[in-house]
């Protein structure tokens, strides 16, 4: 019987598929999709109608999984969008930035051996709830050194759900990790991904049921490895960089090649990742995303903010800047929206410099907030653009306000609203290198910012492509020289964009002195835009460039790949007054033996991580278990003698990692 596997990568921009043989591992049938960000089933359902109506009838009994990987997580933190956070801190105040505005620090918090300092504040943490809960939308509570003893934030979080039944998230259930700075973070962005995550997996198990698929679903990890639909609704932060990882994994699959680096460029961001020996190395320091530092462990991946929607911005000072945030191309948004050509056409030129917001700028309804209450102001805009998008020089003149002062900041960066405007794909349609939707619309919106740049909208387009090579380039040669020096030479940052902007110049005649590179290992790009820039930019750095057969696709084939992997990290610490203590994820217990609390870790922790593992949907799962004891060297006193393998030692900890793998199916 063939075995055969549905992979679905769900990206800012596109929703690609494929039908995947398991057995000769080959492509059976394969899609591309516009992603609905108002109704992901939409966008969903055409993608697995395309793919089952391929060829022969397929037969659903034959499909063992659906896998899904997605940027939208790593998306949303980069342009800093999904659910408003509550965050209870327990035991510290925080000495860095968080992302969220909304956070209180109550009294509680632990030691390093997981005694309580002073009991946690319920009665401030009450407070706090009832004052945030008609701001959020989800709450994260992190305490100061949990991971030694979770027991407060356990009581925080059940107190949270009693008062306002919203998703909660404990730090110390994602990372047992003690720094708390990182751990604080990873859980404020988890609560911010849960809707959105939960919202895709419901729009893939609505298409699932409806055409009577009932194969388990799978959600790729940023690791590479899976994750059931039921963990990853818990756990989204884990998805950041799941893309990246699938595509890494069908890379791969697609080329052969073993050793290189897989360059991923999406709509929203290009993502890069060395692979050695048929492996990404794993960054074991946590994901760093959008500029925050996570204790997720996942791909080494680097990643910019420049795709195919990134957003193309002329400031009043004439100042040009590619992403990091994504909008809607302003040609794909008008091929369906014709009135928004018109609008276009009749801003003034007076009106091009005269704003610093852009009057290229389109708004798009996608939902109503959840738990956030608008103002008036906000409640207008939203009337006004619930059945059509319209520019906001019509918004302006409709609502009789200030261009500049219209009240829509808000509604974007809680995805009620989402921006169109000019991206490099509409710079494609102006240059003729890409015409699939419109672009009459394209020629206006970059006419307008053209002339706000002081240039004929052909030079500005040459530029625009210019930038986009030089960030592309700056990615592969600063992330291949950071690998092959342990410390990069003392050049500030101008002097890096001077030379390597020499070196990808096309103009090199005339010159005293030339600079050139050459990069020495191959790069496998994937992703829908890719064929459009990266032929020029991987020979302005002389490297060999691989673009495989259904490279736009090459996540989704990742997808199917992959296996699933729960990881679990026990510590045995010796005793304050003698004994040993465990610190695990489900709790802190003392022992007077050490080879009593090791028995204890083994056991109860191999037990936990199977059922992690089966939690997750795997099956025929083996464990992995490696444990370090780690002691210190004493000094003896002189002329003391000691018998062979008696030497004085100190016993710092036992480090106990266990790791359940498992199939995604049967």
């Not at 055409?211 to 609704?233: C, F, Q, T, Y």
């Not at 939690?615 to 003391?640: F, I, M, T």
Request: net charge neutral; glycine share 10%; hydrophobic share 40%.
């Amino acid at each position: 019987m063939v075995n055969l596997a549905l992979g679905i990568d769900t990206g800012g921009t596109l929703t690609d598929g494929v039908l995947f043989d398991l057995d000769k591992k080959k492509i059976v049938a394969k899609t591309k999709v516009i992603t609905t960000r108002h109704d992901l089933t939409v966008a969903v359902n055409q993608c697995l109608d395309n793919i089952l109506s391929q060829g022969e009838q397929v037969e659903l009994d034959r499909i063992r999984m659906v896998s899904l990987s997605t940027t939208l997580a790593t998306n949303a933190i980069v342009e800093g969008q999904g659910a408003e956070v509550g965050l209870i801190l327990i035991g510290s105040e925080p000495d860095q930035g968080l992302p969220t505005p909304f956070y209180v620090s109550v009294g509680g918090g632990c030691n390093l051996k997981g005694k309580f300092k002073e009991e946690v504040d319920l009665v401030a943490a009450s407070e706090a709830v009832e004052e945030m809960k008609d701001k959020v939308d989800a709450f994260a509570v992190s305490g100061y050194l949990s991971v030694r003893n979770p027991a407060q934030e356990l009581t925080v979080a059940n107190l949270i759900r009693e008062l306002t039944g919203y998703p909660v998230v404990c730090a110390h259930q994602l990372s047992s990790e003690l720094g708390f700075h990182e751990r604080t973070v990873t859980a404020v962005l988890n609560a911010r991904l849960m809707p959105l995550i939960t919202d895709l997996i419901a729009a893939v198990k609505d298409s699932m049921a409806c055409r009577g698929l009932n194969a388990p679903l799978m959600v790729v990890k940023g690791d590479g490895s899976l994750i059931g639909e039921h963990k990853a609704r818990e756990r989204p932060i884990e998805t950041i960089l799941s893309g990246p990882a699938a595509s890494i994994t069908g890379a791969m699959a697609l080329t052969g090649i073993e050793d290189g680096l897989v360059i991923d460029m999406g709509g929203t961001t290009t993502d890069l990742a060395l692979l050695r020996g048929g492996r990404p190395s794993i960054d074991r320091r946590g994901a760093r995303v959008g500029g925050w530092l996570t204790q997720v462990k996942a791909a080494k991946i680097t990643t910019i903010g420049l795709g195919g929607d990134s957003f193309i911005e002329v400031d009043r000072k004439g100042v040009l800047s590619i992403g990091p945030q994504r909008v809607f191309p302003l040609s794909w948004v008008a091929s369906n929206n014709s009135h928004l050509t018109r609008e276009l056409a009749e801003i003034r030129e007076v009106d091009y410099c005269l704003f610093a917001t852009l009057p290229t700028t389109v708004l798009v309804y996608i939902k109503e907030p959840l738990h956030l209450k608008l103002t008036d102001a906000e409640r207008e805009i939203i009337d006004l653009i619930r059945e059509t998008p319209h520019t906001l020089h019509y918004i302006s003149k409709k609502l009789n306000k200030d261009f500049d002062l219209l009240s829509w900041w808000r509604l974007v960066s809680v995805g009620s609203v989402h921006r169109a405007s000019i991206t490099p794909t509409d710079i494609l349609h102006v240059t003729g290198a890409f015409r699939r939707w419109n672009c009459e619309a394209a020629k206006l919106g970059t006419k307008i910012l053209a002339y706000r740049f002081n240039a004929a909208i052909d030079t500005f387009s040459k530029t625009v492509l210019e930038e986009i090579y030089f960030k592309i380039a700056s990615l592969i040669t600063g992330r291949l020289i950071a690998g092959q020096a342990s410390r990069a030479p003392g050049m500030d940052e101008l002097a890096s964009r001077y030379f390597l902007k020499e070196i990808l110049g096309q103009d090199k005649g005339g010159k005293a002195i030339e600079f050139s590179a050459k990069v020495n290992l191959p790069l496998i790009a994937v992703g829908a835009p890719v064929k459009a820039y990266f032929p020029e930019t991987a020979k302005r750095i002389n490297a060999a460039l691989s673009l495989p057969s259904s490279a736009e696709v090459a996540n989704a084939v990742g997808t199917v790949s992959g296996q699933i992997m729960e990881r679990v990290s026990i510590l045995i610490k010796p005793g304050e007054g003698g004994g040993f203590i465990i610190h695990a994820p489900w709790g802190r217990k003392a022992f007077m033996e050490f080879e009593e609390a090791s028995r204890y870790a083994l056991r109860k922790g191999k037990a936990y991580a199977r059922g992690q593992a089966a939690a997750a949907g795997a099956a025929g799962v083996r464990l992995v278990v490696e444990q370090q004891d780690r002691y210190s060297n004493l000094a003896r006193s002189s002329g003391e003698k000691v018998e062979a393998g008696m030497e004085h030692k100190l016993f710092i900890e036992s480090v106990v990692e266990i790791s359940a793998v498992g199939r995604p199916w049967n």
